[in-house]
Structure formats: structure tokens, C-alpha cells
């Protein structure tokens, strides 16, 4: 059959509060047209992220209701620990209230003056991390993978050649290479098992660790399986456990392919270096065996663990984000592509191409699609990576002025993917009446949250 359906069916559901453009327009003024400043009951479809927002299944709810909240060595630990041993192969196993605590946990036991972290693109709460302790993280993705519409099948993948020049020149101060899959601050895209095991063998050549960023690590299975030889006959289950052994530790928010609405962890095989994560755990996060979560968190990610490698929903996933994509593209919207597995990232840049960097495109499509719409989508481009020269004051553009729109798992049906293409496809007609915005409000660290723009005249 052509027709791909959602492998569920609805049990539960959260009415949308419909809108007019008119009520869309005061309440963006009142937010300063930032996204970020309006009320989730003014939005009509949201693809703020794809992090916490998944709808748990019947299962997941069951086994919320079986939490062991014991302090210490709850069953629901044993259930969280057994899985995610099960897929990721790891001795330690170590539960986080987020993904970014886990991070953060990481970063503090292999800091040292001077160190230096190499990956394929950092994403920004890990880069955040790591130089909070003053140490540096370098992206390396392939060429090809800052190119928005050039195909290839794994964009994500690590530029081995430069991984190995950065390897040699830092000798001896790279604690880790990270390896982010899918690689989100890049379009999403997946990174080849080659690219991975190369990466450790590199790695390890050179005493660094290999530490993967498996936030979205099921829908990396899934293009592996989709798209690199050898891997067609191989279940999302068996490439998942292919891909954790060639790591030596990996850091998860449980928020994406957990199917969980918060939750994360950092698995190990070291003794020692878990045994330095506990003690930090201990002051920051709890007990080790809870950290940070209640034993029905725990069993949420347990089972939405089991279920996001369940090839009928991998599917679903994969083809409905691309369905997505496909609709604009064939419309004329410019975008990242292929599509990645959670979200569609447009380029702002080459939609908007009379609006220049300085004035965001990336913000006014966000704004429009809200105004036109109710849709909510984040600018990735000049807000929130956009710099100030700290000596002449010029500005500094981003790499790439990108709309995201990330889709939350199992929560919207395809009439709502239909919509969202039509309002992205009328305001791509009327692009040239578009204008530009400047920023009247600044914070001094991660600005996009809270910045305060106005339209230009
Ligand atoms: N790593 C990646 C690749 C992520 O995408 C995220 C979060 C994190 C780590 C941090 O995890 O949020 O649980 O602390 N990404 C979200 C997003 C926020 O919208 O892409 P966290």
C-alpha cells in the first residue's frame, strides 16, 4: 500500500484552541515576536521540539502506575537499567533528570586545562557545557553536510581526515570525540555505521574516548537500516547494539527516543569514571539510583525504550517526517534535504533571500507561520548563534539561517502535517512582502530565549 498509516489509534486527546489571524497578530506583538513568549493554548500546531512533547502509549502509562518511588534501589530502577543494558550494552548506567545533566556530569570528570572535545556538530547545550569549564569543542561534519540541498545519505557523518589532523594536533588534550546521532544541529541527519566505527577506531588510536550523543539514536538505526549496505536484513534493535559497542560511553536525553516526557542518562563501561559520576550525581541530581527522576519516570523510558525500535513506528517516523518535507519541497520551499528523522529544517536564508542575516529571516518566517497559521517552529540562524565581533562590533552571521520545525512522536495525524505544508506553501507565495526585524531586547547568554524584536519598516 502507498498510503502509510499511524501505527495507533487515539485513546486520549488535548483539544486545539482555534484562532484568528487577527487575535495571532496582537498576541505576537505582545511577545515580542519571539516564539518562545507565547502561550502553548495559542498555538495551533506546535514544532517547538521534538523533546518531552511525545504522546506516551497505554503501555507507558501502565507502567508509570507501577513506579517503585523507594528511595534507594527501586524496581523501577532495575527495569530502566535492565533495557537500557539491553540496547546500549553498558556496565554503568547512570539516570539523569535531562539529557544536559547528563552532560554536564560527563564534562566535569574529564575536564582538564586545556582539553579540547572533536565531533561532528556539538549540540548547543553540550557545546554550553564544555565551555563553561573553559574547554573547547570543535564541529567537524562533513562538507556536504553544511550544504542544504546537497543529498547525501548521511550527512551527519564526522570528516574523518580532519578528525584525525584535529586528533594529532591536539595529542594529547582530547578527553573524548563525540558523535552525535542523529545530528540534530546539522538538519537532523544520521550518521553511517562506517562513520562510527571508524570514528572509534580513531579515537581510541589516539586515548581519546568515544562518547556517543544518542538522544535520537532508534531513528539513526532506522536510516542506517534504510540506506547503508549490509544493514537491510537487520533489525532497528540489532544496528542500535552495533552502534553503542563501539562507544566507550554515551550521554542520552530520554526526551526524544525515550518517548518519555523527561528523563536521561550516562552509561559507561569505566568503573572509575562512573564511579566519579555517581559522587557528582549525588549532589546535583540524587541518589544513583533515581537521579534526579521518580521511579515512574524511570519505567516510562523502560518501556518507551522498548517501543521506539518497533519497526512498524520507525517507519511511520521516518516517512512521515519526509511526507512533510516532500509536500513543501514540491511547492518551491527551500530546505534540508533529505529530510532528517525529527524534524524539517527550513532554509530561511534562501526563502527569505531579500532579507539579509542582520535582520533574521529565520525569526520572520517563524513569525509569519504563527501569524498565517497558529504553527510554531525556533529560528536556528543569526539569533541564536549570530555573534558581535568583540572588537570592531560587526556582526557576526550564523552558518546557516534555518526554520525548525520539529515534530513531537505519535501526537500529530497527517491532516495536521496537510495543514502545516498549505500555510508554509501560501507564505512562501507571498515571501516578498516580508520584512525584516531588529532586537530591542538581549540577554547576555542564549539570547533566542528571551529576546524582544521589532518589525522593520
Ligand atoms: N543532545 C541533543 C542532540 C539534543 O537534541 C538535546 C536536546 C540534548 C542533548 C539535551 O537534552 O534537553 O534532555 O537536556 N534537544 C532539545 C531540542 C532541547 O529541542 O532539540 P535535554
Known sequence: MKTIIEPFKIKSVEPIRMSS??????????AGYNPFAIRAE??????????GTSSMSSEQWAAMMRGDESYAGSRSFFRFEEEVRRITGFRNIIPTHQGRAAEKILFNVLHKPGAVYLGNTHFD????????????????????GLIPSKIHPFKGNIDLERLEDNLKKHKGQVPAVITTVTNNSGGGQPVSMENIRETSRLARKYGALFVLDSARFAENAYFIKMRERDYADKSPREIAQEIF?????????????????????????????????????ILTE?????????????????????????????????????????????????????????????????????IPPEQFPGQVLANEIYLHGGIRGVEIGSVMFGKQDPETGAFQPAVLE???????????????VDYSAEV??????????????????????????????????
Open 286 to 354: 540524587g541518589f544513583p539510583t533515581y537521579g534526579g527522576l521518580a521511579g515512574r519516570d524511570l519505567d516510562a523510558i523502560a518501556q518507551g525504550l522498548r517501543e521506539v525500535l518497533e519497526e512498524d513506528y520507525l517507519h511511520y517516523r521516518v516517512r512521515s517526517t519526509a511526507y512533510f518535507a516532500e509536500k513543501i519541497s514540491e511547492a518551491g520551499v527551500p530546505l534540508i534535504l533529505p529530510p532528517g528523522g525529527h524534524a524539517v529544517y527550513i532554509d530561511a536564508g534562501a526563502f527569505l533571500d531579500h
Open 424 to 457: 508554509i506553501t501560501e507564505v512562501y507565495k507571498k515571501r516578498r512582502e516580508l520584512r525584516g526585524f531588529k532586537i530591542v531586547y538581549e540577554a547576555p547568554y542564549l539570547r533566542h530565549f528571551t529576546a524582544r524584536f521589532e518589525p522593520l519598516a
Open 245 to 281: 559497542s563501539y562507544a566507550d560511553a554515551t550521554t542520552m536525553s530520554a526526551k526524544k527516543d525515550g518517548l518519555a516526557n523527561i528523563g536521561g542518562f550516562l552509561a559507561c563501561n569505566d568503573d572509575d569514571l562512573a564511579a566519579e559520576a555517581r559522587n557528582l550525581l
Open 125 to 144: 547545550t553540550t557545546r554550553a557545557n564544555i565551555e563553561y569549564l573553559g574547554d573547547e569543542a570543535i564541529d567537524l561534519v562533513i562538507p556536504e
Open 402 to 416: 534555518l526554520l525548525r520545525l520539529a515534530i513531537p512522536r505519535r501526537v500529530y495525524t497527517q491532516s495536521h
Open 21 to 30: 489571524v487577527q487575535e495571532r497578530a496582537e498576541i505576537l506583538k505582545r
Open 42 to 51: 495559542d498555538v495551533l500546531i506546535d514544532y517547538l521540539t521534538d523533546s
